[in-house]
């Protein structure tokens, strides 16, 4: 059975920064891609930011280039969100996923198969 289990989330003033984790039990990070995801109150969830098995593969939504980060620890199947300068429209609950998405899914929901239940990031003064 898979698990995924997101931590580091929390309330940071805007131009702040956060690093979240995703830690994949049951699953082979080197076999596949995983993904976070967000979603805000009213809104439809999205793309972020993936990582596939190579770890040198990493693919981001326009809004997060330059200010965010995702990288991969093969032997601990967990990845990271390092999310820099930090706006209010950051401000969503933060999904990790994961699974084994082609090159046309990886920025689509569909693409994955297992999720995290979230962690609320809040950018706010």
């Known amino acids: 059975q898979v698990q995924l289990v997101e931590s580091g989330g929390g309330l940071v003033q805007p131009g702040g920064s956060l690093r979240l984790s995703c830690a994949a039990s049951?699953?082979?990070?080197?076999?596949?891609?995983m993904a976070w995801f967000r979603q805000a109150p009213g809104k439809e969830r999205e793309f972020v930011a993936a990582?596939?098995?190579?770890?040198?593969?990493?693919y981001y939504e326009d809004s997060v280039k330059g200010r965010f980060a995702i990288s991969g620890d093969n032997g601990k199947s967990t990845i990271y969100l390092q999310m820099n300068s930090l706006k209010s429209e950051d401000t969503a609950v933060y999904f990790c996923?994961?699974?084994?998405?082609?090159?046309?899914?990886?920025?689509?929901?569909?693409?994955?198969?297992?999720w995290g239940q979230g962690t609320q990031v809040t950018v706010s003064s």
């Open positions: 996923a994961a699974g084994y998405p082609i090159l046309s899914s990886l920025r689509s929901r569909t693409g994955y198969r297992y």
């Open positions: 049951g699953f082979t990070f080197a076999e596949g891609g």
């Open positions: 990582i596939r098995r190579s770890r040198t593969n990493t």
